[in-house]
């Protein structure tokens, strides 16, 4: 079993930068990969980026490569989500997720409550 929770969610400017963390309780956190999703009312979940449990791979949506990093501390059970230079179409819940490494929710077994990032233009 895996519980998940996300932080560091607000409002910001267009071009500003925010951090999201994902923090995670359960032995088997460290052996997962991790997903970060984001959701707007209306819309299908979206995939933004992943990475692998060690830390060596990661995969990023062509919408956001180049802006958003994914790295994790498997020391501190957390994975984090370093968006820059943020968009208005940036705006939606961001939610973290842990399963088998993909672009596709369905490969995700734990899912946290998400966070709200809001990008004002």
């Known amino acids: 079993q895996v519980q998940l929770v996300e932080s560091g969610g607000g409002l910001v400017q267009a071009g500003g930068s925010l951090r999201l963390s994902c923090a995670a309780s359960?032995?088997?956190?460290?052996?997962?990969?991790t997903g970060w999703f984001r959701q707007v009312p209306g819309k299908e979940r979206e995939f933004v980026a992943a990475i692998m449990y060690s830390g060596t791979s990661t995969y990023y949506a062509d919408s956001v490569k180049g802006r958003f990093s994914i790295s994790r501390d498997n020391a501190k059970n957390t994975v984090y989500l370093q968006m820059n230079s943020l968009k208005p179409e940036d705006t939606a819940v961001y939610l973290c997720?842990?399963?088998?490494?993909?672009?596709?929710?369905?490969?995700?077994?734990?899912w946290g409550q998400g966070t709200q990032v809001t990008v004002s233009s």
């Open positions: 359960g032995r088997t956190f460290s052996s997962a990969a």
């Open positions: 997720a842990a399963g088998s490494l993909s672009s596709s929710k369905s490969a995700y077994r734990y």
